[in-house]
T-cell receptor, first 115, second 113 residues
Framework: DSGVTQTPKHLITATGQRVTLRCSPRSGDLSVYWYQQSLDQGLQFLIHYYNGEERAKGNILERFSAQQFPDLHSELNLSSLELGDSALYFC??????????????FGPGTRLTVL | GENVEQHPSTLSVQEGDSAVIKCTYSDSASNYFPWYKQELGKGPQLIIDIRSNVGEKKDQRIAVTLNKTAKHFSLHITETQPEDSAVYFCAASIGSGYSTLTFGKGTMLLVSP
């Protein structure tokens, strides 16, 4: 158990809908990272928040957005969902976030299925 | 941006054999190289990492080597056990500022008893 929690574990929804994925980092960690894992694209970095502020953006679609709240939990919002958005979404946390060489601890993931 | 290639995509070995997974990276500024193990239904777990000021690092049955000139790094697992069966990912990053990890596509390792 990494100490990172993600809810829900599974999510099934329809095209065009909007969903919110939630992540709670390890106790004391200030950084949260979101990744998308699909069979054809592998693990893709989406976005990094450090102590409430956005620090880096990867291949995140405009339909996706995220935020980190004062209690340091984070939410990833996915809207206007398409079939191709079906994937595993992982959250990771690290103590400082000062560079990616800060060890990242991954949560168990949320499996999103868009029908 | 950074590109990480990982080979092989699948690897089958007998219990007790050694397994080697290789990765190459494109950005010569990358200086941090972690390896993650992902078991079925779980998130990736860091198993070992290496920084560019070190050529090799060992942790029990696991070792990682880095060749900065050739821009490649490898994971070596000795005396493999069935519980080593999982998907292994390499990654690379420029370990300063708010840089990001770029992952390889993964290697599915199957260790047969």
């Amino acid at each position: 158990d990494s100490g990172v929690t993600q809810t829900p574990k599974h999510l099934i929804t329809a095209t065009g809908q909007r969903v919110t994925l939630r992540c709670s980092p390890r106790s004391g960690d200030l950084s949260v990272y979101w990744y998308q894992q699909s069979l054809d694209q592998g693990l893709q970095f989406l976005i990094h928040y450090y102590n409430g502020e956005e620090r880096a953006k990867g291949n995140i679609l405009e339909r996706f957005s995220a935020q980190q709240f004062p209690d340091l939990h984070s939410e990833l919002n996915l809207s206007s969902l398409e079939l191709g958005d079906s994937a595993l979404y992982f959250c990771a946390s690290s103590a400082l976030g000062q560079g990616a060489s800060d060890t990242q601890y991954f949560g168990p993931g949320t499996r999103l299925t868009v029908l | 941006g950074e590109n990480v290639e990982q080979h092989p995509s699948t690897l089958s070995v007998q219990e007790g054999d050694s397994a080697v997974i290789k990765c190459t990276y494109s950005d010569s500024a990358s200086n941090y190289f972690p390896w993650y193990k992902q078991e079925l239904g779980k998130g990736p777990q860091l198993i070992i990492d290496i920084r560019s000021n070190v050529g090799e690092k060992k942790d029990q049955r696991i070792a990682v080597t880095l060749n900065k000139t050739a821009k490649h790094f490898s994971l070596h697992i000795t005396e493999t056990q069935p519980e080593d069966s999982a998907v292994y990912f390499c990654a690379a990053s420029i370990g300063s500022g708010y840089s990001t990890l770029t992952f390889g596509k993964g290697t599915m390792l199957l260790v047969s008893p």
